[in-house]
């Protein structure tokens, strides 16, 4: 295997950033070569906002959602509808909900999905807080969870766990896309609108 003709910091740097989703080997060290070319007006700016990003973010204590305080922003907003809690995977599908602005609600953020490859179990996720929270005045949970095969198997676990708590629970639908063609579909997604079908 070749050297890399720079010191080890830069490939420190390189291997940090191919670490990164959708960077691979080849992209990171186009970004690095991209920062360090422009090390005032990048590379500086970035190190001090990771840094401070570091120091400074924190977990919601109780949805688990990302934030510079705890509660974060969401939880304290008082506008928001405290009886509708909508369970999420991930920070990010939390983050993606919040940008398309069609929930006013509550999140509960899992902490990941099921799945026995990975070694996730429900003791893994936040599941005892998510119970907590339904006995405090939630009237329904809408589980927003991925179209995955870990998704819905989250998704069937929760709606048993959560049945004896006589919560209302809902799920977002699956199917066709807004502006998809029906040639350009794979068959999980054909599968789910044909199942998810409703009078018109």
């Known amino acids: 295997m070749a050297s890399h003709p720079a010191g080890p910091e830069i490939e420190r ?12 080997p080849r992209s990171a060290r186009r970004a690095a070569l991209t920062l360090l070319k422009k090390r005032e007006l990048l590379l500086e700016p970035l190190a001090g906002a990771l840094r401070e990003a570091a120091d400074a973010i924190t977990t919601c204590e109780i949805c688990g959602n990302l934030d ?3 509660p974060c922003a969401l939880c304290r907003d008082t506008r928001r509808d405290a009886h509708v809690l909508c369970v999420v995977e991930d920070v990010a599908d939390l983050w993606a909900l919040e940008r398309a602005a069609v929930f006013k609600g509550r999140y509960h953020v899992l902490g990941g999905a099921l799945s026995a490859l990975d070694g996730v179990t429900p ?6 807080s998510l119970l907590a929270r339904v006995g405090e005045g939630v009237e329904e949970v809408i589980l927003a969870m991925n179209a995955t095969v ?11 766990t959560l049945e004896p708590t006589g919560v209302k629970i809902t799920r977002l639908a699956h199917g066709v896309p807004v502006g ?7 068959e999980g997604t054909l599968s789910a609108a044909f199942s998810a079908r409703r009078a018109l």
């Open 13 to 24: 740097l390189i291997q940090l950033l191919a670490k990164l989703p959708g960077l691979g």
């Open 68 to 70: 510079t305080a705890s």
């Open 123 to 128: 003791e893994r996720l936040n599941m005892k």
């Open 150 to 160: 870990e998704g819905q198997t989250t998704a069937h676990y929760l709606m048993d």
């Open 180 to 186: 998809g063609e029906l040639d350009y579909l794979d």
